[in-house]
């Protein structure tokens, strides 16, 4: 659990406000209820299960940007309601929200939701003792939207070029192992909530280790990238391709199916045995792959297609073994 929350930082900032949101709106809730204010209790109830059933909803199925979605909804129309029941002592939260909807969903979504809501808490006369305490209020809430925004892109901005450098390998500009795993997690999840077909390739370059010893590290890591370029022209936009070390590789397929599977991983082999050479002359690869099968691991699914891979070698090099359907 806490090397998933490592790996996905928004699943982490999900979490750590669902968090923070049951502890410090649940006691509010008990409270309100237990003093007979019924409609204020309920609201904060439903603030609550919204929240975690969000939480819950990224958890299973990795998909965050509902969550968040559903978060920033929830956080509006409740600081909307309570400004309307409780006026002037309401405003207190609109701030939080103005800071945490940047952080839960995407800049634009959230810019647009506070928009919504300093309209409304303007238009709520019930909020205001005067007219000075008015707009000095939507300026300072202004501000704090505008400065956070601020903060939010910056901060987003440098995570984005962090997580490029700790996910991407530098010589082929592929991602990295770290990153596959990732991806196949995400891709489980995907397959058990609504069973997309996905399928993964291990190729493996065959006598690699003869190139670098006969011609240098230059004239290897350049058949590399030829390789990476090639399988990157012969193939979709949503198929991902990963350096998983050395001289191995892992393409990650969505929306294929088995028999799909076979016809271009085929065709990527026929493209290699046509178009890939180095200084020694054209180079060879050895290609396994399975399809994911419900149950699976991302370990037990990327260990089906090693292992398919391998019996590729010990057939002789230069060929594809697909593992077998479900």
Excluded at 111 to 116: D, G, K, P, S
Excluded at 120 to 131: F, R
Excluded at 200 to 209: I, P
Aim: proline fraction near 1%; include cysteine; glycine fraction near 8%.
């Amino acid at each position: 659990m806490l090397e998933r929350l490592k790996r996905d930082f928004q699943l982490a900032v999900l979490t750590l406000f669902g968090m923070s949101a049951v502890v410090g709106i649940l006691p509010f809730a008990v409270y309100r209820f237990a003093t007979g204010e019924l409609l204020v209790g309920l609201a904060d109830a439903v603030v609550v299960v919204g929240i975690s059933t969000a939480v819950l909803h990224a958890w299973i199925t990795g998909d965050t940007r509902k969550g968040g979605l559903f978060m920033v909804i929830c956080n509006t129309a409740a600081s909307m309601l309570i400004t309307v029941l409780f006026g002037h002592h309401g405003l207190f939260w609109v701030f939080v929200v103005l800071v945490t909807n940047f952080f839960l969903t995407s800049r634009r979504v959230a810019l647009v939701a506070n928009t919504v809501l300093l309209v409304a808490v303007w238009m709520n006369p019930g909020s205001y003792i005067s007219l000075h305490d008015r707009i000095s209020f939507i300026v300072t809430s202004t501000l704090v939207m505008v400065y956070t925004y601020i903060f939010a892109y910056v901060t987003a901005t440098q995570r984005e070029r962090l997580e490029s450098l700790a996910s991407q390998d530098a010589l082929t500009g592929c991602a990295n192992r770290r990153a596959m795993e990732l991806e196949l997690e995400r891709s489980i999840a995907i397959h058990r909530r609504d069973r997309t077909a996905f399928s993964l390739a291990v190729f493996d370059l065959d006598h690699f280790k003869s190139i670098n010893d006969r011609y240098g590290h230059e004239a290897g890591d350049q058949v590399l990238v030829d390789f990476v370029e090639l399988l990157r022209q012969r193939t979709r936009r949503s198929d991902q391709l990963f350096r998983m070390g050395g001289e191995e590789f892992v393409l990650l397929m969505r929306d294929t199916d088995h028999q799909q599977m076979e016809v271009v991983l085929h065709k990527l082999h026929r493209a290699v045995q046509e178009s890939l050479g180095g200084i020694g002359g054209p180079v060879t690869v050895s290609i396994g792959g399975t399809q994911l099968r419900s149950g699976d691991g991302w370990a037990d699914w990327l260990s089906r297609a090693d292992a398919a891979m391998y019996r590729a070698k010990n057939e002789g090099r230069d060929r594809v073994v697909v593992d077998g359907s479900d």
